[in-house]
């Protein structure tokens, strides 16, 4: 199995931009697809984006297509999730996910996920 730790989160403007990471341990991370979720108080976890074993393919949420760009490093064992034009509304706990396979946008696909990282947008 693999083990998620994400970091990088903060506290940004509106307009700026942020880069979270997610840093795993354990099994080969190459052979894994991985995912970013979020979730605001009050609200469900929601899918953001997603990669491919090999980052050859990724997916967006509408609501972050053209501002967030989800990338792999397997030689590094981690995964990035570069964050710009960052918007209130994109306040949450930011989760990776991994598992192996082809990738979903459902959080329940995913055997693996990390502690989470706040992510905070004033306006």
């Known amino acids: 199995q693999v083990q998620l730790r994400e970091s990088g989160g903060g506290l940004v403007q509106a307009g700026g931009s942020l880069r979270v990471s997610c840093a795993a341990s354990?099994?080969?991370?190459?052979?894994?697809?991985m995912a970013w979720f979020r979730q605001a108080p009050g609200k469900e976890r929601e899918f953001v984006a997603h990669?491919?074993?090999?980052?050859?393919?990724?997916n967006y949420a509408e609501s972050v297509k053209g501002r967030f760009t989800i990338s792999k490093d397997n030689a590094k064992n981690t995964g990035y999730l570069q964050m710009n034009r960052l918007k209130p509304e994109d306040t949450a706990v930011y989760y990776c996910?991994?598992?192996?396979?082809?990738?979903?946008?459902?959080?329940?696909?995913?055997?693996?996920w990390g502690q989470g990282t706040q992510v905070t947008v004033s306006s």
């Open positions: 996910a991994a598992d192996i396979g082809s990738p979903s946008t459902s959080p329940r696909w995913y055997g693996y």
């Open positions: 354990g099994r080969t991370f190459s052979s894994y697809a």
């Open positions: 990669i491919t074993y090999n980052g050859g393919s990724t």
